[in-house]
């Protein structure tokens, strides 16, 4: 049995609980973090805050590969992801493990030729994009330097068992488990790249294995992009039941958004879902080989069934 320490910060978020899963079914010891301790089962639960030093020290400790799957609040990411992810490498550095961070595509911008790759110029102007910009920068500046070996694994946005905060969560598979309207912004007709969490966690272990990884950037495969009405169908099509949805335009998110600071947010990112929002992750398989990705209708099922599960 490995006795080796691998570490996932962020353990009881969506990235983090499937990175959990899928170290553990391969046989890791896997510490996982978070400050509330949540976590699948199998882990070694450490309750830490990784925005402070202490904290991010303690988590990585022992460790020889780090993945950093922790994140501020949405609507906290100017003022804390930067310095949070500072004390992540401090603290994957302090315990000479190997860094991976769940990084995602906010980088590129509005005005981003589609599809993205990892040489596609990172022009965001928003501060949730400025911030990815510094976050990423600073890391493999880390790697640069040889404070500690990084490699940075972006995606679109996911979905998949455990995915509740991300657009393709609660918002598409509790409402539509729930009967309600599911609210789908932009545009339903725009192909969209949406990485399943169980692939994007089997991605990222291997950017954690591999040290042709290391000091780069990788766009982590998904199946074809896809357009939200048909993403909207395969979840009736599983549910046996029609979905009702509502498209929620950039003029109604901003109206909204004087209400909410959430929803405020989100007006920085709906150009994702206006046009074509698409990822290419060749560089992906060109270097590691074939990456067999689950094709969406059996990847809306099994995130169906964690829903329904949820639901009781
Ligand atoms: N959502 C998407 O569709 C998507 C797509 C691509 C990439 N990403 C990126 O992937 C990363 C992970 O995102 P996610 O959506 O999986 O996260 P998430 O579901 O929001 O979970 C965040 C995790 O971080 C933990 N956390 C927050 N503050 C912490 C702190 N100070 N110390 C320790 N743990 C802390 C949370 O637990 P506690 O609150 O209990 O501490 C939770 O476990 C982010 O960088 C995100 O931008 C997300």
Not at 12 to 23: F, M, N, Q, Y
Not at 165 to 181: C, D, N, R, S
Request: hydrophobic share 40%.
């Amino acid at each position: 049995m490995d006795r080796e320490l691998h570490v996932v910060l962020g353990a009881s978020g969506g990235t983090g609980g499937a990175l959990v899963r899928e170290l553990i079914s391969r046989g890791h010891r896997v510490r996982a973090v978070s400050r509330g301790g949540g976590a699948p089962e199998g882990a070694e639960v450490m309750k830490a805050d990784v925005s402070t030093p202490e904290g991010a020290g303690a988590a990585s400790a022992g460790a020889v590969v780090v993945y950093h799957a922790a994140q501020p609040a949405y609507t906290k990411w100017a003022e804390e992801f930067l310095p949070m992810t500072e004390n992540v490498i401090r603290g994957a550095a302090a315990a000479g493990a190997k860094l991976v961070f769940a990084d995602n595509l906010y980088m590129y911008g509005p005005q981003a030729t589609q599809p993205m790759t990892e040489e596609t110029p990172q022009k965001a102007g928003g501060k949730k994009g400025k911030t990815r910009i510094l976050m990423a920068g600073r890391l493999l500046d880390a790697h640069r330097s040889g404070r500690v070996r990084v490699a940075v694994g972006r995606s679109s946005d996911y979905y998949g068992p455990g995915g509740t905060g991300t657009i393709a969560g609660e918002t598409v598979f509790g409402a539509a488990l729930a009967g309600k309207t599911v609210r789908w912004p932009g545009s339903l007709d725009a192909p969209h790249t949406f990485n399943f969490l169980p692939d994007m966690a089997r991605a990222l272990v291997t950017l954690g294995e591999r040290a042709e990884a290391d000091g780069e950037v990788w766009h982590l495969p998904a199946a074809e992009p896809i357009t939200g009405r048909r993403f909207l169908d395969l979840v009736s099509e599983v549910t046996g039941r029609p979905v009702r949805a509502s498209v929620t335009s950039r003029t109604a998110l901003r109206a909204i958004g004087l209400f909410s600071p959430f929803i405020r947010e989100l007006t920085e990112t709906v150009y994702q879902f206006e046009g074509p929002f698409v990822s290419d992750a060749s560089k992906f398989e060109r270097t590691f080989g074939p990456f067999e990705q689950t094709p969406h209708p059996e990847a809306v099922a099994r995130t169906v069934t964690w829903f329904r599960g949820r639901r009781g």
